[in-house]
């Protein structure tokens, strides 16, 4: 009895040992192991063919019947694009190839799902994705020209903005080609000068530039809203109400003012005949630029212009014009005035900020004068030098010549260099200005730079980096023509890294374009501002000294 039951538990000991010592069964795990475009393993690739051949490793065979609806390739986030599928390693690696041609310039993903399951049935442990951005179609998008006219047909089409594109009622410069009434008073000096370009160029008459400017004249004059002289940044072009810039900004814009008259001005000396209605613009001109009270902008006579007020909040934005920036026209214009002229030390100590306003350091071996590390925004040396030519003035601070060139110079090897690694910034692809961005609105500069390309900053910068610019110009037109040329010359930006292009044109960014071209190839718009004696002036009791001076 007692072997028996010896001989039931040894026995039962020995079962339970061997069923405790099995090994346990194998739980697949189901991964991504690696992928690659033709060869290459990076995560996000640029420059990719339109007939790429993208490998997806897989740590186990997958199940080709979930293959088809769980890996995908989409164009922008939306299209879903035919594929081609094979396999590859017993059905390890999958290899997909897009049935057509890809488009170019354009943003790619291939998603793996978590729904795709192995031979096993196991489902994909993560979810997968590959992004990658096609190349640049690099055939010519329009017929070869000339330079000259290559440059014709971009003045030609860019004019459009302000002459079929200005408001019906006021003439004036619309804000953007969305603004419907509302027109902008900066643009539309901007736009004054454009005009009398296009006169130089045979693209309108010297009679309908002229009717055209005595539209705006009668307007601002007559429907639009003065305070102490200055006019508001937006205006309504039907009516000639203030549209407030911003919650405090419902009232003067000193910088704005500036710009409107350095256009207005310019044409002043343009029309300059006996011609009666000539005659009379030129006295309509006369009276808006006298009646600007640029000593009332010193808020009680302090050594610095104010850039705004309102008639209802006062000084609240309390924003003093200096430092380097695109507003130096405004203390020429203010010291030029021969009814309301500011003193220089409001210039010395105020714009140039008691001397502070000098950099003198080196950027890409370029030596910069005066403003911010590497120079800020192009627009710095565009709005001012539309009229105010750069070439040969000296003052204190610095030669402008240099300033501007130098300027120019290294936001152009910055994009070169490339440092934070934009996809198509090159010595073909640069520019970093003030424009719309993705997101909304962005001061681009080498230090602020979301990568995004805007033309008017290279373009505009013409008579700076002429052999640069017109490169750059030629690669707009030639290569991306398709994507951001239109109605009214080049879009206003354009990002390569995400790609993405802007419907939006500017007022502030098209008329430089027109004009900086222009002063390139003639000078016209510099020989005219400075022509008008209280320029010359103005310019000589600030300490300016120029060979026009």
């Given at each position: 009895?007692?072997?028996?039951?010896?001989?039931?538990?040894?026995?039962?000991?020995?079962?339970?040992?061997?069923?405790?010592?099995?090994?346990?069964?194998?739980?697949?795990?189901?991964?991504?192991?690696?992928?690659?475009?033709?060869?290459?393993?990076?995560?996000?690739?640029?420059?990719?063919?339109?007939?790429?051949?993208?490998?997806?490793?897989?740590?186990?065979?997958?199940?080709?019947?979930?293959?088809?609806?769980?890996?995908?390739?989409v164009l922008n986030g939306a299209l879903t694009i035919p594929v081609n599928f094979?396999?590859?390693?017993?059905?390890?690696?999958?290899?997909?190839?897009?049935?057509?041609?890809?488009?170019?310039?354009?943003?790619?993903?291939?998603?793996?799902s978590t729904s795709l399951p192995s031979v096993q049935n196991t489902n994909l442990?993560?979810?997968?994705?590959?992004?990658?951005?096609?190349?640049?179609?690099?055939?010519?998008?329009?017929?070869?020209?000339?330079?000259?006219?290559?440059?014709?047909?971009?003045?030609?089409?860019?004019?459009?903005?302000?002459?079929?594109?200005?408001?019906?009622?006021?003439?004036?410069?619309?804000?953007?080609?969305?603004?419907?009434?509302?027109?902008?008073?900066?643009?539309?000096?901007?736009?004054?000068?454009?005009?009398?370009?296009?006169?130089?160029?045979?693209?309108?008459?010297?009679?309908?530039?002229?009717?055209?400017?005595?539209?705006?004249?009668?307007?601002?004059?007559?429907?639009?809203?003065?305070?102490?002289?200055?006019?508001?940044?937006?205006?309504?072009?039907?009516?000639?109400?203030?549209?407030?810039?911003?919650?405090?900004?419902?009232?003067?814009?000193?910088?704005?003012?500036?710009?409107?008259?350095?256009?207005?001005?310019?044409?002043?000396?343009?029309?300059?005949?006996?011609?009666?209605?000539?005659?009379?613009?030129?006295?309509?001109?006369?009276?808006?630029l006298n009646g600007v009270e640029w000593n009332w902008f010193r808020q009680s006579?302090?050594?610095?212009?104010?850039?705004?007020?309102?008639?209802?909040?006062?000084?609240?934005?309390?924003?003093?014009?200096?430092?380097?920036?695109?507003?130096?026209?405004?203390?020429?214009?203010?010291?030029?005035?021969?009814?309301?002229?500011?003193?220089?030390?409001?210039?010395?100590?105020?714009?140039?900020?008691?001397?502070?306003?000098?950099?003198?350091?080196?950027?890409?071996?370029?030596?910069?004068?005066?403003?911010?590390?590497?120079?800020?925004?192009?627009?710095?040396?565009?709005?001012?030098?539309?009229?105010?030519?750069?070439?040969?003035?000296?003052?204190?601070?610095?030669?402008?010549?240099?300033?501007?060139?130098?300027?120019?110079?290294?936001?152009?090897?910055?994009?070169?260099?490339?440092?934070?690694?934009?996809?198509?910034?090159?010595?073909?692809?640069?520019?970093?200005?003030?424009?719309?961005?993705?997101?909304?609105?962005?001061?681009?500069?080498?230090?602020?730079?979301?990568?995004?390309?805007?033309?008017?900053?290279?373009?505009?910068?013409?008579?700076?980096?002429?052999?640069?610019?017109?490169?750059?110009?030629?690669?707009?037109?030639?290569?991306?023509?398709?994507?951001?040329?239109?109605?009214?010359?080049?879009?206003?930006?354009?990002?390569?890294?995400?790609?993405?292009?802007?419907?939006?044109?500017?007022?502030?960014?098209?008329?430089?374009?027109?004009?900086?071209?222009?002063?390139?190839?003639?000078?016209?718009?510099?020989?005219?501002?400075?022509?008008?004696?209280?320029?010359?002036?103005?310019?000589?009791?600030?300490?300016?000294?120029?060979?026009?001076?």
């Open positions: 009895m007692k072997r028996s039951l010896f001989f039931f538990l040894s026995l039962t000991l020995f079962f339970s040992c061997k069923k405790n010592n099995s090994p346990l069964p194998s739980v697949e795990i189901f991964t991504v192991n690696g992928s690659s475009i033709n060869g290459n393993s990076a995560s996000v690739q640029y420059n990719i063919g339109y007939s790429p051949i993208i490998k997806i490793n897989f740590s186990a065979p997958v199940n080709r019947s979930g293959v088809i609806n769980n890996v995908l390739l094979t396999y590859q390693n017993n059905d390890s690696t999958l290899i997909l190839q897009p049935v057509g041609a890809l488009v170019p310039i354009s943003k790619y993903m291939v998603s793996v442990q993560s979810a997968y994705a590959i992004t990658f951005i096609t190349q640049i179609d690099s055939t010519d998008k329009f017929p070869l020209l000339s330079d000259n006219q290559l440059l014709d047909t971009v003045q030609r089409r860019t004019f459009r903005y302000f002459w079929e594109f200005g408001h019906p009622i006021s003439g004036m410069a619309r804000e953007r080609n969305t603004s419907g009434d509302l027109v902008t008073s900066g643009g539309t000096g901007f736009g004054v000068m454009a005009m009398i370009a296009a006169v130089n160029r045979n693209f309108i008459t010297r009679t309908e530039a002229r009717d055209r400017i005595l539209l705006i004249s009668n307007f601002l004059t007559n429907n639009c809203t003065r305070y102490h002289g200055a006019f508001a940044h937006w205006i309504n072009g039907s009516s000639g109400a203030t549209i407030p810039f911003s919650t405090n900004d419902n009232g003067a814009d000193l910088v704005e003012t500036a710009y409107l008259m350095e256009g207005l001005i310019t044409a002043r000396q343009y029309f300059n005949t006996a011609d009666p209605v000539e005659t009379d613009l030129r006295n309509k001109i006369n009276v808006l006579s302090q050594n610095v212009l104010y850039w705004h007020w309102s008639p209802d909040k006062a000084w609240i934005i309390n924003a003093q014009v200096r430092g380097w920036m695109e507003a130096l026209i405004t203390y020429v214009m203010a010291s030029s005035s021969l009814t309301d002229s500011i003193p220089k030390i409001v210039y010395d100590n105020g714009w140039a900020v008691n001397g502070n306003i000098r950099n003198n350091n080196t950027y890409y071996t370029y030596q910069l004068p005066m403003g911010p590390s590497n120079g800020g925004p192009l627009f710095f040396e565009h709005y001012s030098f539309l009229g105010i030519n750069p070439n040969g003035l000296n003052d204190t601070y610095a030669n402008y010549q240099v300033q501007t060139t130098n300027h120019t110079k290294i936001n152009y090897e910055y994009c070169k260099a490339n440092p934070r690694g934009w996809n198509g910034y090159s010595n073909l692809c640069w520019g970093l200005t003030a424009s719309d961005i993705p997101t909304g609105y962005n001061a681009n500069e080498p230090n602020n730079d979301p990568g995004v390309i805007s033309p008017t900053a290279a373009l505009s910068s013409m008579p700076y980096t002429p052999v640069e610019s017109i490169n750059a110009l030629k690669f707009f037109y030639y290569k991306l023509g398709d994507k951001i040329w239109g109605q009214y010359g080049f879009v206003d930006a354009f990002k390569l890294s995400d790609p993405w292009f802007a419907i939006s044109n500017l007022a502030i960014d098209q008329g430089p374009i027109i004009v900086m071209i222009e002063n390139y190839r003639s000078g016209l718009l510099w020989n005219l501002f400075t022509s008008a004696p209280e320029i010359k002036n103005g310019m000589r009791r600030l300490g300016f000294t120029a060979p026009y001076l």
